[in-house]
């Protein structure tokens, strides 16, 4: 059993460039989570999703895209790379939504931007 | 401003020593959880509390949430350098959003 599963785990992107994070979990999870992590800010929380089909707006959803076309994947778009977007990036699932179930991350993706 | 305040932000402690981690609200807290992440890994879930005056353990691990629901300890019994690593609470403090704590960072010295 994986889990929740990112790729890549790091990455380096030049300004303006454009990647997407890769997140995967199966545990038959109907929502899923993009937080990132920055030094002293906790996580915050990007986009989420309820189940296939639908997603919303976080926190800090500016600069990001999102898509969920199926149970098992969550990926995160980012199309201008900024130097603010410099983050440890993680996608996290829950069997129901919070606060009644806990979330299960992954390892993270660790993106500079430069 | 940070919803969930949490101190203190390092601690450096003696293996064996104990020490209490703390995560505080200025509102009520729905849902608080415990988790713990160690340098280039997720977030582990350790445990989470409801109830006003809930307590759990798990291990040398015991959380507890106040009467008010408005800070939650996290307290380590006879630390060992295994628990080394980042404790951030997580918790839904307006009844319709999550957030979570700033994290503390500990660290035990053999």
């Known amino acids: 059993n994986a889990g929740v599963t990112q790729t890549p785990k790091f990455r380096i992107l030049k300004i303006g460039q454009s990647m997407t994070l890769q997140c995967a979990q199966d545990?038959?999870?109907?929502?899923m989570y993009w937080y990132r992590q920055d030094p002293g800010m906790g996580l915050k929380l990007i986009y989420y999703?309820?189940?296939?089909?639908?997603?919303d707006k976080g926190e800090v959803p500016n600069g990001y895209n999102v898509s969920r076309s199926t149970t098992e994947d969550f990926p995160l778009r980012l199309e201008l790379a900024a130097p603010s977007q410099t983050s440890v990036y993680f996608c996290?699932?829950?069997?129901?939504?919070?606060?009644?179930?806990?979330?299960?991350f992954g390892n993270g993706t660790r993106l500079t931007v430069t | 401003s940070q919803e969930l305040e949490q101190s203190p932000q390092s601690l450096i402690v003696q293996e064996g020593k104990n020490l209490t981690i703390n995560c505080t609200s200025s509102?009520?807290?729905?849902?608080l959880y415990w988790y713990k992440q160690k340098y280039g890994e997720g977030l582990i879930f350790l445990m989470m509390?409801?109830?006003?005056?809930e307590e759990k353990s798990h291990e040398k691990i015991t959380a507890k949430l106040d009467e008010k629901k408005q800070q939650s300890s996290l307290h380590i019994t006879a630390s060992q350098p295994s628990h080394a690593g980042i404790y951030l609470c997580?918790?839904?403090?307006?009844?319709?959003?999550?957030?979570f704590g700033t994290g503390t960072s500990l660290t035990v010295i053999p």
């Open positions: 996290a699932s829950s069997y129901i939504g919070l606060p009644s179930s806990p979330l299960h």
């Open positions: 545990m038959n999870h109907n929502y």
């Open positions: 999703s309820v189940g296939a089909g639908i997603t």
């Open positions: 509102k009520t807290l729905y849902g």
């Open positions: 509390l409801q109830k006003g005056g």
């Open positions: 997580g918790a839904d403090v307006t009844g319709n959003q999550f957030y």
